[in-house]
């Protein structure tokens, strides 16, 4: 079954304390990317990477990396989170088919708390 | 920069009423990709419909239905006969060859029995 797969679905930290929120998929896409959803802004793009060692930043990159070391695998890491990146995130990934076809995948979502 | 607008926040219909979500883009591409998301109250982001630049033809998936115009730069979605378990947040998407994908605000859609 093609997935995308996150972990920790639902997370509760303090100030300052570093984190990794996992992203796997099973598709072979080359696209990856992760977004934060806040009420009222829709969801905005963190980072996105269009293959492996590939990563651009999206709309809302400060205070968030990543890294794309295998094709499968895109974790965000927060080195020293803050209370204002308490949010929803949602990991995707991507393929464009050709002939103005494309295939989009969304994970389950991670609810981050930071006190 | 691209963008996108869905100018109504919050809708409330009573069951079996039409319900039109709008959604208005920008984009200075004339490659690109639309879609329409449901996020039910579990949360997940369900996928409805993709839409390339290249292809107006408007969509009817049972009670959906997308109407794509170009020249107003709109992709609006159109339930019919609107059921309680439509009652979701509603998001409109936009993206080029995937390098930067846009939501708009999403529209709270309650569906009242």
């Known amino acids: 079954e093609a997935q995308v797969t996150q972990n920790p679905r639902y997370l509760i930290t303090v100030t300052g304390k570093k984190l990794t929120v996992t992203c796997s998929q099973n598709m072979n896409h080359e696209y990856m990317s992760w977004y934060r959803q806040d009420p009222g802004l829709g969801l905005r793009q963190i980072y996105y990477s269009m293959n492996v060692e590939v990563t651009d930043k999206g709309d809302v990159p400060e205070g968030y990396k990543v890294s794309r070391k295998e094709k499968r695998n895109f974790p965000l890491i927060l080195e020293s989170p803050s209370p204002n990146q308490t949010s929803l995130y949602f990991c995707?990934?991507?393929?464009?088919?050709?002939?103005?076809?494309?295939?989009?995948?969304f994970g389950p979502g991670t609810r981050l708390t930071v006190t | 920069a691209q963008k996108v607008t869905q100018a109504q926040t919050e809708i409330s219909v009573v069951e079996k009423e039409d319900v039109t979500l709008d959604c208005v883009y920008e984009?200075?591409?004339?490659?690109?990709?639309l879609f329409w998301y449901k996020q039910p109250p579990s949360g997940e982001l369900v996928f409805l419909i993709r839409?390339?630049?290249?292809?107006?033809q408007n969509e009817i998936s049972g009670r959906y239905s997308w109407n794509f115009q170009k020249s107003t730069s709109s992709f609006n979605f159109t339930i019919t006969a609107s059921q309680v378990v439509d009652s979701a947040v509603y998001f409109c998407?936009?993206?080029?060859?995937?390098?930067?994908?846009?939501f708009g605000p999403g529209t709270r859609l309650s569906v009242l029995p």
């Open positions: 995707a990934s991507s393929l464009f088919l050709g002939q103005g076809s494309y295939e989009q995948y």
């Open positions: 984009t200075r591409d004339t490659t690109y990709y």
């Open positions: 839409r390339n630049s290249f292809d107006e």
């Open positions: 998407a936009l993206t080029n060859y995937g390098q930067n994908f846009v």
